[in-house]
């Protein structure tokens, strides 16, 4: 039987400190007899310890397949290198497609259809200036007709669709394309535009100017394209 505290007030003078040692060392031992019981389950009839029942497992403890692993990323990152040194450059792409598919959301492959056809489609970014010097800062960039094109759900993520296929490689920007002129009217029409021309007036104090650009499949997208059509 552990033997009681004793009261603070019974203490000699000085024993404050050597006190409170004391009852911290005994909540920390009674701490860790109850963790070694949880850990080591009740015992049976015959001294084996009897297999804990799911409400006797602590509510904070992972179960064991879900445990982080110590040294995993490392782990991770070996295997990455080791693969790296012999791997051929179709692998080295098949990789990174892999990648990009467990990210891609259904309205990101949608666009990727619509451009599979290699045609150009109009784009816009929204710049902000001085009114005397050339537009230094875009207030608004990857405004697109591709996401209605494509008939994608979530038409006000366009830009942000764009914008991470764009990142991946899989979409390359170029210059104004004349010929679509009525069509660039058209989209500079948008609530994004139109957001993006009163934000850099009205709030910047600066003049806003359009910029007319167009997107279509970049090379690696169009290699990713034929992956994953590979063999259909």
């Not at 552990?2 to 005994?26: I, K, M, N, S």
């Not at 290699?118 to 902000?128: E, F, I, N, S």
């Given at each position: 039987?552990?033997?009681p ?8 003078p000085g024993?404050?400190?050597r006190?409170?040692v004391?009852?911290?060392?005994g909540?920390?031992?009674?701490r860790?007899d109850?963790?070694e019981?949880?850990l080591?389950g009740?015992?049976?009839?015959g001294g084996e310890?009897?297999t804990p ?9 992972l ?7 110590v ?6 990152l070996?295997a990455?290198?080791?693969r790296a040194?012999?791997q051929?450059q ?9 990648a990009?598919?467990g990210s ?6 949608l666009?990727?259809s619509?451009?599979s ?7 816009l970014h929204v710049?902000?200036?001085s009114w005397?010097?050339a537009p230094q800062?875009?207030v608004?960039e ?11 759900q ?7 669709y764009?914008?991470r296929?764009r990142?991946w490689?899989f979409?390359?920007?170029?210059a ?13 029409t948008d ?5 993006a021309?009163q ?5 910047r104090?600066?003049r806003?100017?359009i910029?007319?650009?167009t997107?279509?499949?970049?090379a690696?997208?169009q290699?990713?394209?034929a992956a994953?059509?590979?063999g259909r």
């Amino acid at each position: 039987m552990a033997t009681p505290d004793p009261e603070p007030q019974d203490l000699p003078p000085g024993g404050l400190r050597r006190y409170l040692v004391h009852v911290l060392r005994g909540a920390l031992d009674r701490r860790l007899d109850r963790v070694e019981r949880l850990l080591s389950g009740p015992r049976q009839a015959g001294g084996e310890a009897a297999t804990p029942s799911p409400r006797d497992e602590p509510r904070d403890q992972l179960p064991a397949h879900e445990s982080p692993g110590v040294g995993e990323p490392a782990a991770a990152l070996k295997a990455l290198l080791d693969r790296a040194m012999d791997q051929t450059q179709e692998q080295s792409e098949e990789a990174w497609f892999q990648a990009v598919l467990g990210s891609l959301v259904p309205d990101e492959a949608l666009i990727l259809s619509a451009l599979s056809d290699g045609a150009r489609h109009p784009m816009l970014h929204v710049a902000a200036g001085s009114w005397l010097g050339a537009p230094q800062q875009l207030v608004a960039e990857n405004i697109s007709s591709i996401g209605r094109t494509a008939g994608i759900q979530w038409l006000e993520m366009t830009p942000a669709y764009v914008g991470r296929l764009r990142r991946w490689g899989f979409i390359e920007l170029g210059a104004e394309d004349a010929a679509q002129a009525a069509n660039y009217e058209i989209l500079e029409t948008d609530d994004a535009v139109i957001r993006a021309v009163q934000l850099a007036r009205q709030y910047r104090g600066e003049r806003a100017v359009i910029l007319r650009h167009t997107i279509r499949l970049s090379a690696a997208g169009q290699r990713f394209w034929a992956a994953c059509h590979r063999g259909r």
